[in-house]
């Protein structure tokens, strides 16, 4: 009898303990959503994004919900990363609630919208995340952006060999603070340094701690999806001294090299990027990049497979995945003269179908002042 009495206790005591409640776990958003982090009076703020051009500041919204008893505190996220930490571990279903309580009760519109939803258009976009602990990029992961310079027949001979030998995949590190933009900052080219380039990519942010995590249970540990460009400097670096080949940080490390944003779209709303992802980007309102999930070497899944293989990937870590043909560096060999590297005064624009886009005006850098003989110099002074 007293085994009998305690076998639903014992099962009360298990959902109690549960770290969603089982209402929690059946609950919907009656909108779909993106976070990001914006300046509001001055300040960073974690906010949820809504029909692309609300910004519901969730401290301020939580609060309103939280004057209503019905509702238990449920403190918020100081910043995004705190926020992607936290989201599946009850965050999500309390930014659910605030998203449904606004709707049901007509508040995105009107005199019913409270002085905590603002115009995206009157916000300054930050970068979602400031800033994530890492970022990862993954080199040539697109077969049109196989040996891009080449001859026709040279690109298909090329792209052939590497459909036969895939081999694994190849990351490499990008700086993140002092790297990472938001959306509307400006891209500056480095005093002299012409030859700076674009490469659109999808960034998956990471929403669980992850080693050793396979291609198979890859998508359980991302938290959702933003918008990147791999700004890139293709001058390379000057003869003598050690190295004489690529030098990664000089092409990929340079301030503002890593544009990110203009939010992140948690990855339930988004769908799976291996069936819907098409990324292009625009300079000076002309098209020059456009790719599918289908044209990518390695999945998504095999990039966060492959580099938690080699470091623990955190909450708020970024996996970018690659670029497609359409670089400057491609089309310069095969316009001839013509020189279509970034210049102060063009606007570069990427898109992510279902994220968003980012646009960002180009800037000269400032000549700088004095130096020893060790600072990187002007590509003119090695390179014709």
Same mark, same amino acid.
């Given at each position: 009898?007293?085994?009998?009495?305690?076998?639903?206790?014992?099962?009360?005591?298990?959902?109690?303990?549960?770290?969603?409640?089982?209402?929690?776990?059946?609950?919907?958003?009656?909108?779909?959503?993106?976070?990001?982090?914006?300046?509001?009076? $001055?300040?960073?703020?974690?906010?949820?994004?809504?029909?692309?051009?609300? /910004?519901?500041?969730?401290?301020?919204?939580?609060?309103?919900?939280?004057?209503?008893?019905?509702?238990?505190?449920?403190?918020?996220?100081?910043? =995004?990363?705190?926020?992607?930490?936290?989201?599946? *571990?009850?965050?999500?279903?309390?930014?659910?609630?605030?998203?449904?309580?606004?709707?049901?009760?007509? @508040?995105?519109?009107?005199?019913? #919208?409270?002085?905590?939803?603002?115009?995206?258009?009157?916000?300054? +976009?930050?970068?979602?995340?400031?800033?994530?602990?890492?970022?990862?990029?993954? &080199? /040539?992961?697109? *077969?049109?952006?196989?040996?891009?310079?080449? +001859?026709?027949?040279?690109?298909?001979?090329?792209?052939?060999?590497?459909?036969?030998?895939? $081999?694994?995949?190849?990351?490499?590190?990008?700086?993140?603070?002092? &790297?990472?933009?938001?959306?509307?900052?400006?891209?500056?080219?480095?005093?002299?340094?012409?030859?700076?380039?674009?490469?659109?990519?999808?960034?998956?942010?990471?929403?669980?701690?992850?080693?050793?995590?396979?291609?198979?249970?890859?998508?359980?540990?991302?938290?959702?999806? =933003?918008?990147?460009?791999?700004?890139?400097?293709?001058?390379?670096?000057?003869?003598?001294?050690?190295?004489?080949?690529?030098?990664?940080?000089?092409?990929?490390?340079?301030?503002?090299?890593?544009? @990110?944003?203009?939010?992140?779209?948690?990855?339930?709303?988004?769908?799976?990027?291996?069936?819907?992802? #098409?990324?292009?980007?625009?300079?000076?309102?002309? @098209?020059?990049?456009?790719?599918?999930? $289908?044209?990518?070497?390695?999945?998504?899944?095999?990039?966060?497979?492959?580099?938690?293989?080699?470091?623990?990937?955190?909450?708020?870590?970024?996996?970018?995945? $690659? +670029?497609?043909?359409? +670089?400057?560096?491609?089309?310069?060999?095969?316009?001839?003269?013509?020189?279509?590297?970034?210049?102060?005064?063009?606007?570069?624009?990427?898109?992510?179908?279902?994220?968003?886009?980012?646009?960002?005006?180009?800037?000269?850098?400032?000549?700088?002042?004095?130096?020893?003989?060790?600072?990187?110099?002007? /590509?003119?002074?090695?390179?014709?």
């Amino acid at each position: 009898m007293r085994l009998a009495r305690l076998i639903p206790v014992l099962g009360m005591l298990v959902v109690l303990a549960s770290p969603t409640p089982l209402l929690a776990q059946a609950m919907e958003s009656a909108q779909p959503f993106k976070v990001g982090t914006f300046e509001i009076h $001055g300040v960073p703020h974690v906010g949820v994004v809504l029909q692309d051009s609300l /910004v519901v500041d969730i401290e301020m919204a939580n609060m309103a919900l939280e004057s209503n008893p019905e509702y238990p505190r449920v403190p918020m996220p100081e910043d =995004m990363l705190e926020l992607i930490g936290r989201y599946e *571990y009850g965050l999500k279903y309390r930014l659910y609630e605030i998203v449904n309580h606004l709707v049901a009760n007509n @508040q995105l519109s009107g005199s019913n #919208r409270p002085e905590f939803i603002h115009d995206v258009a009157d916000l300054d +976009t930050l970068p979602p995340i400031m800033y994530p602990g890492k970022v990862l990029n993954a &080199a /040539v992961n697109f *077969y049109s952006h196989v040996n891009e310079a080449g +001859t026709p027949e040279e690109q298909a001979e090329a792209r052939r060999q590497r459909r036969e030998q895939r $081999g694994v995949p190849y990351l490499f590190l990008k700086p993140s603070r002092g &790297a990472v933009i938001g959306d509307g900052d400006p891209i500056v080219i480095p005093y002299g340094r012409d030859r700076t380039d674009w490469e659109v990519e999808l960034a998956a942010v990471i929403g669980r701690t992850a080693k050793y995590v396979s291609a198979s249970d890859a998508q359980d540990y991302v938290f959702g999806y =933003m918008v990147s460009i791999d700004v890139s400097d293709r001058g390379g670096r000057p003869p003598g001294g050690y190295g004489t080949r690529s030098d990664w940080f000089v092409g990929k490390g340079h301030d503002t090299f890593a544009p @990110q944003g203009p939010w992140i779209v948690p990855k339930e709303f988004y769908g799976d990027p291996m069936q819907n992802l #098409r990324q292009t980007l625009s300079v000076g309102g002309t @098209q020059l990049q456009e790719a599918v999930a $289908g044209d990518m070497i390695h999945s998504l899944w095999e990039l966060v497979e492959y580099g938690s293989s080699i470091i623990t990937l955190f909450p708020g870590d970024v996996i970018n995945n $690659g +670029t497609s043909g359409g +670089t400057a560096a491609g089309s310069a060999a095969t316009r001839g003269p013509e020189d279509r590297y970034l210049k102060p005064g063009e606007v570069v624009e990427a898109s992510i179908d279902g994220i968003g886009t980012l646009r960002l005006p180009v800037v000269a850098g400032k000549p700088p002042s004095g130096e020893n003989g060790a600072r990187l110099p002007p /590509v003119r002074t090695y390179r014709n």
